[in-house]
C-alpha cells in the first residue's frame, strides 16, 4: 500500500461516521428539539449528510438555526441533554467494523479514537458499546486541544501511544480529518462509507486512499 507503513503500529479512527453509525441518535435528539417547537420529526436521510458536524449542522437541518442565532444555545443545550440520554439508542459500529478491530487486535495492531465529539459523550459513548475497553486511546475535544482540522489532537494520541504519527494511520469521514492527518504527517485514509457531508467529493480530500467499506481497512494487517 503505497503512502502507508505496512502493518501500522495504531490505527486511529473519528468517531460518528468513521467507526460508529451515529446518525440516529443524533437525529432522535434534533426531532425532539423539533418536538419541543411543535414541528412533526424529519426523516433519518435528512440528517445523515451532517451528522458528523453535530449539533451546528443538525440543528440547521432540523430548524434551521445557525450558531449566531438568538435561540440556538438554548436549543443546542436541550439538543445535547437529549443526544446524552439517547446516544446509545441505535448507533453501532458500521457494518464491516468488528472483523477489522477483531484482525487488528489479533495482528498486535493498537487502535484508537481521535474525534472533535466532546468527551463528556464520547466516553458514554464508547462504554455503552462495549469498546473502551478495546481502545488503546479514547481522545475527545476537551479544553487545552484545538479541533480538527488541527491536528494537536492527533499528536496528543501519538503521544499517550508512544508512538510516531508515520507509524499510525488515521480514518476519517470528513475533510477536516484528512487535513488534521496531512498536517500531522500520518497516512490518510479518506472512509467512503460514512457521513461525507452534503455534496462533498471526497476523491478530492488529497487522502492517500479512500476506501468504500470497512473491510478494505483489513489491507493494513497485511504481512510486513
Known amino acids: 500500500m503505497t503512502g502507508f507503513p505496512l502493518r501500522p503500529r495504531c490505527v486511529l479512527f473519528d468517531l460518528d461516521g468513521t467507526l460508529v453509525d451515529t446518525a440516529p441518535d443524533l437525529a432522535y435528539a434534533a426531532n425532539c428539539v423539533r418536538d419541543e417547537a411543535g414541528l412533526p420529526p424529519l426523516p433519518l436521510e435528512r440528517y445523515r449528510p451532517v451528522a458528523s458536524a453535530g449539533a451546528r449542522g443538525l440543528l440547521k437541518v432540523g430548524l434551521d438555526l445557525a450558531p449566531e442565532h438568538a435561540d440556538y ?14 446516544l446509545a439508542r441505535e448507533s453501532r459500529l458500521f457494518p464491516g467494523m468488528e472483523p477489522v478491530l477483531a484482525a487488528f487486535e489479533g495482528s498486535g495492531i493498537r487502535w484508537g479514537v481521535v474525534t472533535n465529539k466532546p468527551q463528556w459523550l464520547t466516553d458514554p459513548l464508547m462504554q455503552a ?9 479514547i481522545l475527545g475535544a476537551s479544553d487545552g486541544l484545538p479541533p480538527k482540522p488541527a491536528p494537536d489532537s492527533l499528536f496528543r494520541a501519538c503521544e499517550q501511544l508512544g508512538v510516531a504519527p508515520t507509524d499510525c494511520a488515521y480514518v476519517g469521514d470528513d475533510l477536516r480529518d484528512i487535513v488534521a492527518a496531512r498536517a500531522a504527517a500520518m497516512p490518510a485514509i479518506a472512509a467512503a462509507w460514512g457521513y461525507l457531508g452534503d455534496g462533498e467529493a471526497v476523491e478530492d480530500w488529497n487522502a492517500d486512499h479512500v476506501f468504500q467499506a470497512p473491510g478494505e481497512l483489513l489491507q493494513l494487517c497485511a504481512p510486513a
Open 129 to 137: 458499546l462495549g469498546l473502551d475497553r478495546r481502545a488503546a486511546v
Open 73 to 86: 444555545p438554548a436549543r443546542r443545550e436541550s439538543f445535547l441533554r437529549h443526544y446524552r440520554d439517547y
